[in-house]
């Protein structure tokens, strides 16, 4: 069986991001794969900036990430009730290339964050961000990761195992979407 392809999205630019970290674990617990992170250092969008220079190259890098891979991992931050403004801007751009890679995409949402709620307001948004995209958004279970700054390990693993064995489930059913 050939190795399956995910990319991961943060949305966080952070070194050290919870959000980054939660990638990588849930990279690590889906098992055989190549895992890439995608960078989402973008420029602002600006569709006076569209028009005078087109879609930047490394938008379509990005969307040619998602068109390849067999299924994407986002996680976000909550800022302010809502998802970064980092990744609100890589989707908003991503819509605007050629390529359109989300139709039918696996994808798995999670977040990260300080608070008690986990990031659970701004995985709620972010899940209304890509309706138009029509990817296919697993619904559960659902990865809140609350307190993230006692959630790893000096290794960077998670320490919870309910957040494991949560985390874990969703993999599974991550990879039970793909198409082989």
């Known amino acids: 069986m050939a190795t399956h392809k995910l990319l ?13 970290l939660l990638l990588a674990e849930a990279a690590r617990l889906f098992g055989d794969a190549e895992y890439t992170e995608a960078d989402l250092n973008l420029p602002l969008y ?5 028009e005078a220079d087109g879609v ?15 299924a994407v991992l ?3 931050p909550e800022y302010n009730k809502g998802p970064s403004g980092v990744l609100k801007n890589a989707l908003d751009w991503v819509s605007r290339s050629e390529i359109k890679p989300w139709g ?8 990260a964050a ?6 659970e307001r701004a995985q709620m948004v972010l899940r209304g961000f890509m309706v138009p995209f029509r990817p296919v958004i697993l ?8 307190a993230s700054y006692e959630a790893f390990d000096e290794h960077g693993q998670l320490t919870g195992e309910m957040y494991i064995k949560e985390l874990t489930a969703l993999m599974d ?6 198409k082989v």
């Open 56 to 70: 930047p190259a490394a938008v379509d890098a990005l969307a040619q990430q998602i068109a390849d891979a067999d």
């Open 114 to 119: 300080a608070g008690r709620a986990g990031g």
């Open 8 to 20: 991961g999205i943060s949305g966080s630019l952070r070194k050290g991001s919870h959000n980054t």
């Open 46 to 50: 600006n569709g006076d900036d569209e």
């Open 139 to 146: 619904q559960g279970p659902e990865i809140h990761l609350a």
């Open 74 to 76: 986002i996680s976000t």
């Open 173 to 178: 059913g991550l990879r039970a979407q793909i």
């Open 104 to 111: 039918g995409k696996p994808v798995a949402v999670m977040s």
